[in-house]
Structures are given as C-alpha cells and as structure tokens.
T-cell receptor
Framework: QKEVEQNSGPLSVPEGAIASLNCTYS??????FFWYRQYSGKSPELIMS????GDKEDGRFTAQLNKASQYVSLLIRDSQPSDSATYLC????????????FGTGTSLTVIP | ETGVTQSPTHLIKTRGQQVTLRCSSQ?????VSWYQQALGQGPQFIFQ???????GRGNFPPRFSGLQFPNYSSELNVNALELDDSALYLC?????????????FGPGTRLTVL
C-alpha cells in the first residue's frame, strides 16, 4: 500500500462548478497535510496546508481533514479554466519528520 | 515566485555519465529537500539537508549524493546515470526541518538521459 493515494482522474468539471479532490494516507500517526497545484511542465506551487481536523478555507479553496478516516480533500468553488492542472496531495508522518510523501496527483480539467 | 532557484533548467546526458544539479534556497531557509518526479508521477523524496548535514534519505541508491553549503544552497550529484534517471528534479526549501514546515519548490531541472 502506498503511503499517499489519489485518484489520478482525469476529473472534468464545467466552469463555475465545485471540484472535489480526495487523498487518503496509510499512517495514522500523520502530522501535516499540503495541497499543491502543478501546471504541465512546471513545478508544484503551494495552495494550502492543514494540520487539524476540520475545514480550512482560503478564497475559493477549502481543505478538509479527517484523521480518523485518514483522508484529506480539497474543494475548489467556482472552478475556472485556469484551475486546470494536476493537484498533488503531500503528507508528513511523525516517523519521518519533514519528508513529504506525495500522491500521484489528480488531473483536473475545467471546461469553459 | 518562491525565491528558490535551480540550475540548469534542462540537461541532456548519456548513460554512465555524471551530473550535478544546483539549488539556491529561499532567503532565511536552512533546509533543502530534493525530489525526483518521473512523468505522470508525484515527486519522490531523495534526501534532505539541514544545516549542512543529511537529514533523511529516501529509497535511492548511493550514486545519488548531495551537499549543502554554509549559505544553505545545495547540490545533487548523480553518478553512473541510467535511462530511468530521466525525470524532473525538484529542489524545495523550508524554514526549518520540522514536520509542519511548508516546502517551497524551485522551477526544477529537467534531466534527459540518452
């Protein structure tokens, strides 16, 4: 079992809709969770981090963390064509400190 | 822009050669991590340097080695290149080496091994 798993997609949503991206992880003793966006041919850029159970909102983005169920999700409201990218989930575990474990990413296409 | 820079942008090498990739961390950051990202995959952790010492290593062979300098910039060296080493190599810097610290990525170096 991989440490971090994501549905690779592709996920397609119409412009203005809500995109929902999910990520599950294997180790209950997890620490920190991060969502990155990666455009084709570019490097990952941080969207947001979340450390505690519950929701965290930043503009059109909401991260949701449920440690008991070992999943973290990202909601993108009012999706725009510029949101079309691959979304990477990253997790750190207590046993390995600051080492980031990434999922394979979910490809999102927002259709105008 | 994250303030993390990498050089070169692209590199083409042949199998068996050696390569050195460079990274300058964001101002004030003392920790640098290196990742390998193959096409269609997520980044895979190679190793991390904290205050000039290796601070964790992923599942990569010893021919992947690194250095961190007093100004916290870093190098990744790969010896005896193999075709499977073709990938995007990402450097990320963070303020410290604790588990809560966000890592900020540089633009990457695209390595092609022929």
């Amino acid at each position: 079992q991989k440490e971090v798993e994501q549905n690779s997609g592709p996920l397609s949503v119409p412009e203005g809709a809500i995109a929902s991206l999910n990520c599950t992880y294997s180790d209950r003793v997890s620490q920190s969770f991060f969502w990155y966006r990666q455009y084709s041919g570019k490097s990952p850029e941080l969207i947001m981090s979340i450390y505690s159970n519950g929701d965290k909102e930043d503009g059109r983005f909401t991260a949701q963390l449920n440690k008991a169920s070992q999943y973290v999700s990202l909601l993108i409201r009012d999706s725009q064509p510029s949101d079309s990218a691959t979304y990477l989930c990253a997790v750190t575990f207590r046993r390995t400190g600051n080492q980031f474990y990434f999922g394979t990413g979910t490809s999102l296409t927002v259709i105008p | 822009e994250t303030g993390v820079t990498q050089s070169p942008t692209h590199l083409i090498k042949t199998r068996g050669q050696q390569v050195t990739l460079r990274c300058s961390s964001q101002s004030g950051h003392n920790t640098v991590s290196w990742y390998q990202q193959a096409l269609g995959q997520g980044p895979q952790f190679i190793f991390q340097y904290y205050r000039e010492e290796e601070n964790g290593r992923g599942n990569f062979p010893p021919r992947f080695s690194g250095l961190q300098f007093p100004n916290y910039s870093s190098e990744l060296n790969v010896n005896a290149l193999e075709l499977d080493d073709s990938a995007l190599y990402l450097c990320a810097s963070s303020l410290r080496a604790t588990h809560t610290d966000t890592q900020y990525f540089g633009p990457g170096t695209r390595l092609t091994v022929l």
